[in-house]
């Protein structure tokens, strides 16, 4: 969770570092001929009515690499709704319906997009999931924003990830297929889609046709576009604070989250040790971030760099430190960041785009990012940047609540649905 765009023709950046052509806009369909149903599931847990499991059978979808030690498996009732496999195939996807999705009601359907090693059930559906502090405060509520909304008489629906950190170019077709399915569903026109932190990537990059060649592009299909806590001028957290960030990651000091580290090689109680697995950048053939990279822009000209920090010279700007070895930000940036591409681009003039911010660096347990306002990660100014978007309908500073709160806080909850009548 913590470690954290063009329009409809042009090039943006693939996760490789290649070019990525833009589809052209699809044509309006209902559910896509590409996709393929393989489960269906009822007996499911935090709330939710239903699961269903899809495959998107073109051939551009690969294999996302997971961390080998399992800190990025599916877990709990995820790996039944994937077929029993903790490490789906990334053409995968689930659908996840509240109740009343079938109910006859004129509010427009709701698409839930849920954020970095994250999942629809602890996002939306039950913040209190993954124990203490996983809300972002020492105790955690058991129902969401799902609820809230379903409470609202809307239909809600969820799309979930087979990779939690995966790449946002395929991430943001699933989000057209979901947005499809719903349609096909309910009979909608149209969608509103909420997007959560790293969900804003996939969110916007649906509605402005950020695709591979060989991928569909927007089909005119979402109404509004709600960004919450998301880093829309990117983010630079894990070099700006990288000896602390790294003590949550690198197993030889304790770590164990599912994120990627600014270093390659770091020493833990006297071991220099080499963990490829977690670095921004492809090294020793592995690459298991890319839809972290993509989020990267350098925010050391506005607030600076944490000085404080063990390395921070070379965390920041890469290579050899006491403790420490890395590539820098800027090669990472250089490796596959979408974010220049994004603000360059802009959303369509008829999808109206609300940004929501957090402003209290108060997450318990992380190293907050505090060299300029921000929700303990994302920078407040990042997430409230409007450059290349084509219709802002509105947006909030919400000053008490940080990052991990966004998805359930009151206020941020009475704001969403504000925006969505």
């Not at 393989?38 to 961390?67: C, I, K, M």
């Not at 989020?295 to 050899?320: E, P, S």
């Not at 940004?355 to 505090?370: F, V, Y």
């Given at each position: 969770?913590?470690?954290l765009?063009l ?8 996760a490789?570092?290649?070019a990525?052509?833009?589809a ?8 896509p001929?590409?996709l393929d149903?393989?489960g269906d599931h ?6 939710w009515?239903?699961?269903e499991?899809?495959?998107d059978t073109?051939s ?5 690499q997971f ?5 990025g498996?599916?877990d709990?009732?995820?790996v ?13 996807f ?5 109740p ?9 359907p ?13 996002a939306?559906a039950n ?15 058991s129902t969401?924003?799902?609820?809230d909304?379903?409470?609202e ?5 969820a799309?979930?990830?087979a990779h939690k ?9 699933h989000?057209g297929n979901a947005v ?12 509103d889609v909420?997007g959560w932190?790293k969900g804003?990537?996939?969110a ?10 060989w991928?569909?592009?927007y089909a ?5 576009l709600i ?10 957290y894990p070099?700006a ?6 003590f949550t ?11 990627p ?5 770091m020493?833990?109680?006297g071991?220099?040790t080499h ?6 950048v492809?090294?020793?053939g592995w ?7 993509q989020?990267l ?13 063990q ?6 700007h ?14 990472a ?7 220049s591409q ?13 940004l929501?911010?957090?402003?209290a660096?108060?997450?318990t ?35 008490a ?5 966004l998805?359930?806080?009151p206020t941020a909850r009475?704001q969403?649905?504000?925006w969505?009548?």
């Amino acid at each position: 969770m913590v470690a954290l765009f063009l329009t409809s023709m042009g090039v943006a950046a693939a996760a490789d570092g290649t070019a990525a052509t833009l589809a052209p806009p699809a044509a309006a369909s209902s559910a896509p001929a590409h996709l393929d149903k393989l489960g269906d599931h009822t007996n499911v847990g935090n709330g939710w009515d239903r699961v269903e499991h899809y495959r998107d059978t073109r051939s551009g979808f690969a294999q996302e690499q997971f961390p080998p030690d399992g800190r990025g498996d599916q877990d709990g009732q995820r790996v039944t709704f994937f077929g029993g496999d903790a490490q789906p195939h990334s053409a995968e996807f689930l659908l996840y319906h509240a109740p009343g999705w079938d109910a006859a009601t004129e509010r427009r359907p709701v698409l839930l997009v849920h954020g970095a090693n994250d999942t629809p059930d602890r996002a939306w559906a039950n913040p209190g999931e993954s124990g203490d502090y996983g809300c972002g405060r020492s105790t955690c509520p058991s129902t969401g924003l799902m609820q809230d909304l379903v409470a609202e008489g809307i239909p809600v629906f969820a799309v979930g990830f087979a990779h939690k950190q995966g790449d946002n170019l395929l991430q943001a077709q699933h989000v057209g297929n979901a947005v499809a399915l719903i349609r096909d569903k309910t009979g909608a026109d149209k969608v509103d889609v909420v997007g959560w932190s790293k969900g804003m990537m996939s969110a916007r990059m649906y509605v402005s046709s950020v695709a591979p060649a060989w991928g569909s592009g927007y089909a005119g299909d979402v109404g509004r576009l709600i960004l919450i806590g998301g880093p829309n001028g990117g983010y630079d957290y894990p070099f700006a604070h990288g000896w602390a960030h790294n003590f949550t990651i690198w197993p030889e000091c304790g770590g164990t989250v599912n994120a990627p580290s600014p270093h390659t090689r770091m020493t833990c109680y006297g071991a220099y040790t080499h963990h490829p697995e977690f670095s921004f950048v492809s090294d020793s053939g592995w690459d298991v971030y890319p839809g972290q990279r993509q989020m990267l822009a350098r925010w050391d000209h506005v607030y600076g760099i944490n000085t404080a920090a063990q390395d921070w010279y070379t965390t920041y700007h890469g290579g050899q430190g006491f403790y420490t070895r890395g590539p820098g930000i800027q090669a990472a940036i250089d490796a596959g960041s979408l974010i220049s591409q994004i603000r360059a681009a802009g959303t369509p003039g008829d999808v109206s785009v609300y940004l929501l911010a957090g402003g209290a660096p108060t997450i318990t347990g992380i190293w907050n990012e505090t060299r300029g306002p921000s929700d303990g990660v994302v920078f407040v100014s990042s997430a409230l940047d409007t450059t290349g978007i084509g219709d802002v309908g509105g947006t909030r500073l919400a000053g008490a609540v940080n990052h991990l709160e966004l998805g359930w806080h009151p206020t941020a909850r009475d704001q969403i649905i504000s925006w969505l009548q």
